[in-house]
């Protein structure tokens, strides 16, 4: 069965560091693109960031310098190192498979349960 | 603008079409796919390349895409569809944005 899994969500002070994780299972993460997305209390979807099979990564302006994302090909797992984290940074994280190539995007078919940050003091 | 705009809410009858837009700068020119989220739940893609339906999704979610505007749309509408929907594209400079999101209310 195509899985995700996402760990590591919790409460956190503002200019704290915390990393996610996202264990895959029925696919290879190595050969995809691996998306997080997080969601705000009570607001929409925002896309974070990308890495590809090449191991490219994509950011979104309002994580760029801050968060990294990364993957072990081992442990077919995908993480967020999230850094200088800000009360905006409150959301549901959600990783993300991406049917993404040169011409098409076919969206995120699969995703995980989601993990809560708080960045609180 | 890099902005995807859909209609806060959207109220449908059981068993009526329920539209819901997306608007953006040339969206035609770029593949849109609608995903539903239910309140708890991660998101499911509904719709991909502008009208496509993954394995599993009703025959009843359709999906167009042209000028300016994509649209997603529900025939014969379900207590079961109630859920936000959301739009997104992916390209090179907004890479995978997505749209403001919509309430579908099944009244």
């Known amino acids: 069965e195509v899985q995700l899994v996402e760990s590591g969500g919790g409460l956190i002070q503002p200019g704290r560091s915390l990393r996610l994780s996202c264990a895959a299972s029925?696919?290879?993460?190595?050969?995809?693109?691996m998306s997080w997305v997080r969601q705000a209390p009570g607001k929409g979807l925002e896309w974070v960031s990308v890495?590809?099979?090449?191991?490219?990564?994509y950011y979104a302006d309002s994580v760029k310098g801050r968060f990294i994302i990364s993957r072990d090909n081992y442990k077919n797992t995908l993480y967020l190192q999230m850094n200088s984290l800000r009360a905006e940074d409150t959301a549901v994280y959600y990783c993300?498979?991406?049917?993404?190539?040169?011409?098409?995007?076919?969206?995120?078919?699969?995703w995980g349960q989601g993990t809560t940050v708080t960045v609180s003091s | 603008s890099h902005e995807l705009i859909q209609p806060p809410s959207v109220s449908v009858s059981p068993g009526q079409t329920a539209s819901i837009t997306c608007s953006g700068d040339?969206?035609?020119?770029?593949?849109t796919c609608w995903y539903q989220q239910k309140p708890g739940q991660s998101p499911v893609l509904v719709i991909f390349?502008?009208?496509k339906r993954p394995s599993g999704i009703p025959e009843r979610f359709s999906g167009s895409n042209s000028g300016n505007i994509a649209t997603l749309t529900i025939s014969g509408t379900q207590a079961m569809d109630e859920a936000d929907y959301y739009c997104?594209?992916?390209?090179?400079?907004?890479?995978?944005?997505f749209g403001s999101g919509t309430k579908v209310n099944v009244l």
């Open positions: 993300a498979r991406a049917l993404l190539g040169l011409t098409y995007y076919y969206g995120m078919d699969v």
């Open positions: 029925g696919f290879t993460v190595s050969t995809n693109y």
């Open positions: 890495i590809n099979s090449g191991g490219t990564t």
């Open positions: 040339r969206l035609g020119d770029k593949y």
């Open positions: 390349q502008d009208y």
């Open positions: 997104q594209t992916w390209d090179s400079s907004t890479a995978g944005v």
